[in-house]
DNA sequence: GTCTATAATTGGATAGAC
DNA sequence: GTCTATCCAATTATAGAC
């Protein structure tokens, strides 16, 4: 890219100072691309912030493809043990829903406070996207509605969750939901909206 | 952009064919945006496709931010053009809503059939846009979401809306699931699928 | 308005010394 | 593992002829 002016935003990272160099890249490359996109940033943007030349980089990961789909793997695998977690876990399904709810807050507040998630803005640049990336991509989405899917229909046999039409459907609309308020919220600026407009997904869902 | 690679998808275009080569550029832009996003399609894509030399677009728009940002007042002022009709015409708020949900099918189906749509890009892409463009974004999702807010709250006066909760929050949340569904259903590549989601929407926000 | 030519910069990637 | 040096292609943009 051009144009685009690489911008800093203040963090509110909780995350931990990387151990070695490869980790060190790992963050900083999932900074950029949940801030700037994957076409929107470069090995040399990646060098400056870690503090080696590019030309080391790609030691590590031999091309930017090879980069975006190690990271792309990593989150979804953390991703999916978290969610794992709250499903074999106690509760009601209104429960662990509220938990997954949570789990996109996380991800949205921790991804640099200017972030949409990571997979939301590999979404968003799906066109553009290297075969392998793309489906990761696609299975991360498509692994979220069918375990969301699964989730809700047992709350309504429990009756702790009500919604009308198919579980299905309603599944990818929450998620969807959850995708785009990140945009929305992005662009306006105000990150305390996340919370509220999931608090609103709640009562469609939950309380009629 | 280097690794992506511009590929040809099916289109279903019900665009009519551009008068001038200024036209025939803002066209083409708005193909390539939508598919690859704004760090995605070069000044060389355009040229190829239009069959002109890049040089002769920079006679037309300056910069590429020119470029992106008439496009975008373009876009927006036709889009609120076809809301206000919606908005000043007869029939309860739910017909309205209805028309509203159609307009974003429309603008999704004829974007190539493979795009989300045009604002919902450059949002995702919103770390890196220029000022201005970063200004139309904002002012689009913001102008959608308190006309959408009046056309609900009106509903809910008339008993033809039942949602629970502020209605600002539900505009929001509409909005929202509008904007993401559009990048989940893109990346299933099951475009019939975002049809079947508005309906659920619509059953979220209108029977209960 | 469009072209050729070209400048100036960045981007992804490799070779080989240390 | 990291560096310097380098390559080549792409990108944005301009100058000036037609």
Redesign the pocket.
């Given at each position: 890219?051009?144009?685009a002016v690489i911008k800093e935003f203040p963090r509110k990272s909780g995350k931990a100072a990387p151990k070695n160099?490869?980790e060190h890249i790992l963050q900083v490359a999932e900074e950029l691309i949940v801030q700037y996109g994957s076409n929107g940033?470069?090995?040399?943007?990646i060098a400056d912030r870690v503090?080696?030349?590019?030309?080391?980089i790609?030691?590590?990961f031999?091309?930017?493809?090879d980069l975006i789909l190690v990271l792309g793997q990593m989150k979804a695998d953390a991703f999916f043990a978290q969610m794992n977690s709250i499903m074999v876990g106690k509760g009601s399904a209104a429960e662990k829903l509220e938990l997954y709810f949570n789990l996109f807050e996380e991800n949205f507040i921790r991804g640099c406070g200017a972030s949409i998630s990571f997979f939301g803005m590999l979404g968003a640049e799906f066109g553009s996207q290297d075969d392998r990336v793309a489906t990761r991509v696609r299975l991360f989405f498509s692994e979220n509605i069918s375990r969301l899917t699964a989730l809700i229909e047992e709350g309504r046999k429990e009756g702790s969750l009500h919604f009308p039409g198919e579980p299905e459907l309603t599944a990818v609309a929450i998620f969807s939901m959850l995708e785009g308020a990140m945009i929305i919220v992005r662009a306006s600026g105000d990150w305390e909206r996340y919370g509220e407009i999931i608090a609103q997904v709640r009562r469609l869902i939950v309380s009629p």
């Amino acid at each position: 890219m051009a144009g685009a002016v690489i911008k800093e935003f203040p963090r509110k990272s909780g995350k931990a100072a990387p151990k070695n160099v490869r980790e060190h890249i790992l963050q900083v490359a999932e900074e950029l691309i949940v801030q700037y996109g994957s076409n929107g940033f470069s090995y040399q943007h990646i060098a400056d912030r870690v503090g080696i030349r590019k030309a080391s980089i790609h030691h590590h990961f031999p091309t930017k493809n090879d980069l975006i789909l190690v990271l792309g793997q990593m989150k979804a695998d953390a991703f999916f043990a978290q969610m794992n977690s709250i499903m074999v876990g106690k509760g009601s399904a209104a429960e662990k829903l509220e938990l997954y709810f949570n789990l996109f807050e996380e991800n949205f507040i921790r991804g640099c406070g200017a972030s949409i998630s990571f997979f939301g803005m590999l979404g968003a640049e799906f066109g553009s996207q290297d075969d392998r990336v793309a489906t990761r991509v696609r299975l991360f989405f498509s692994e979220n509605i069918s375990r969301l899917t699964a989730l809700i229909e047992e709350g309504r046999k429990e009756g702790s969750l009500h919604f009308p039409g198919e579980p299905e459907l309603t599944a990818v609309a929450i998620f969807s939901m959850l995708e785009g308020a990140m945009i929305i919220v992005r662009a306006s600026g105000d990150w305390e909206r996340y919370g509220e407009i999931i608090a609103q997904v709640r009562r469609l869902i939950v309380s009629p």
